[in-house]
């Protein structure tokens, strides 16, 4: 039996866990650092091990996730990507889809491409769409373009053929070209990163891949490095996108699959809430100093997609940058504790801008000038100066108190208290619409469903976020600051692979499906040995299927076993089952076809194990008491305030209250009444909607009155 620790860098807070081999946690939070996150990393990890006596030579594994992937391309920061494509074809990130995201805004824009133009060579092959070579690859053509972007400052290029998915050949020899011609220069290749149909997507999967490569490869290098000088004898891993974890050397080869790692942990950990708690259909919400993260979860299981997009604007599908990848299905916005409030056209606005970590917000004492939504808890008495991350931050309230004075109360007219109000309204409002995309418009009552709000701000808004969408229950678990790092200690090792294969099922030659899955079988389970797992690999496979003629999919299970008729006959079963509980109908007679089909190799690891809370004395679960803002109270009331550690399983509370732990805080409004589970969860019952503070603020706010 060894320790594990989790760590999992975020935009304003890098969160720390360690496990001991009895199960018992042992948490710790600290700034995130730039430009060079791995700082804060190595100095809380250093910190915790010291707190608690681990020597670094008994920790067995160290699991990371990071949003270091996303920053880089969110922020451009990539220098000398190149990318290599058939003649004609250069231009397939510019053209994108002719779908506008917005169809009545005359002024959207598209995404940027990453690569400019220049950097973009064509060589002249061709491979038609059932894998035959038209015209075999020139190379003399390819040497002299590879040539040409050497010299022009490429040092990274991504090769995207057409239908190379189906045939490789020529992607595969124009990489040997490369390493002949500039061997220091790395090389993606799509038939690797992402094997499937779809031009655009495919390109600029495998463009994405490149473009964060090295970028990853230094960074997993360098943190890699660092732990084994500290003695750690365990390996590194990385969560993905999807849920699982793979080792830091396999995401240097794939690191697109690492974009979404660190709320992918998060989502994960929600559902083992909800499993705990026996509330099985959920939405996560995590809210932390930069951004809100919120994913629907579904019989105990988060909402998966293969068609992920980076960057989206207010949203709406097809504005960001698309990517090919097993993914948890995120809702993300720029909403969290940093996120910047000001007066804007006589209202009150909120983020997306967030202020981080440096400086951060004004309260921190740290250079902050302008206000943000935890300046403004500050105010409403919600959070505890003396006490924020544990005391490691002593905040300054009259800091807050000033910035909100200045910058959004008097522009607007407002009391300091209203505007406050406003601020923190408005952030909520801005969360409810991102709640409402990941229930209401994937066909779920959130009525029917439980928030998990963690995450630092997350237990904060969580309830008022709970009464806007007449959600009836909202969990939240121990240590909600930290839950996406214990997350990461819940992550089986996991690898996903794809492949297109568009065929009619009435049509699909089983031996040559069989022939592909054993391929796609070998591949996968390389991989995850990769991560030193012994035993039995556990494969699941599945297939994206739609009805001949339509434009998109759905994913199915493939069962296992001989992919014989009988087989395909339950593929398309599951099809008709799945296709009339997504619209409400189906028709059997209407032929199918499969575009991809995909598989999972999951392999087994220690799983996290929540230790049960202890028995404690409820007589000083009271800290005592300070004043904070309810509207329904008509202003400041005298609030009791709770040691979240001293609740013992069994406890009651009622709203309204305050309960505190290090890495968070939690604010129940009047009419909420909250117990203690054996795990020391709150399971919070929800009731009313969110009071207003007078028509006035709403108005402000940018509310109905």
Sequence with gaps: MAYRIGFDVGGTFTDFVLQAPSGELLTAKRLTTYPD?????????????ARSG????????AVHGTTLGSNVVIERKARGVGLLTTRGFRDVLLIGREKRYQVYDLQIEKPAPLIPRRWIGEVTERVLADGSVRSPLDEADARRVVRELVARGVTTLAICLLHAYLNPLHERRLAEIVGEEAPEVRVTMSHEVSPTFREYERTSTT?????????????????????????????????QSSGGVATAEAMQRYPVRMIESGPAAGALMAAVYGELTGYRDLIAFDMGGTTAKLALIEGGRPSTTTAFELHRVNNAPGSGLPMNIQAIDLVEIGAGGGSIARARLGVIAVGPESAGSTPGPVCYGRGGTVPTVTDANVVLGYINPEYFAGGSIRLEPAAAARAVETKVARPLGLALEDAAWGIHAIVNTNMELATRVVSIERGRDPRDLTLVAFGGSGPVHGCRLAQALSIPRVILPAAAGVTAAIGLLAAEVRFDVARTYVRRLDAVEPAQLGRMYAEMTRQATEVVRESAVVGEIAVARSADARYVGQGYELTVPVPSGELDVAALGRVRAAFDEIYAARYGYANPDEPVEVVTWKLSAVGGSPRIA??????????????????AYFPEARGYVDTPVYDRYALAPGAHLTGPAIVEERESTTVLPPGATASVDEYANLIVEVVGTAGGAGSGVRRAAGLPA
Excluded: H, I
């Design 610 to 627: 929540l230790a049960k809370a202890e028995t404690q004395d409820g007589a000083r679960a009271v800290k005592g008491s300070r004043r």
């Design 207 to 239: 463009v994405v891949n490149a473009y964060v490569m090295t970028a990853v490869r230094a960074y997993l290098r360098g943190l890699a490095a660092a732990l084994a000088e500290r003695g750690s004898r365990g390996r590194l891993f990385v969560m």
């Design 54 to 61: 681990v020597v670094w030579r008994d920790v067995a594994q």
């Design 37 to 49: 996150p791995s700082e804060a990393c190595l100095a809380g990890l250093d910190e915790l091990c």
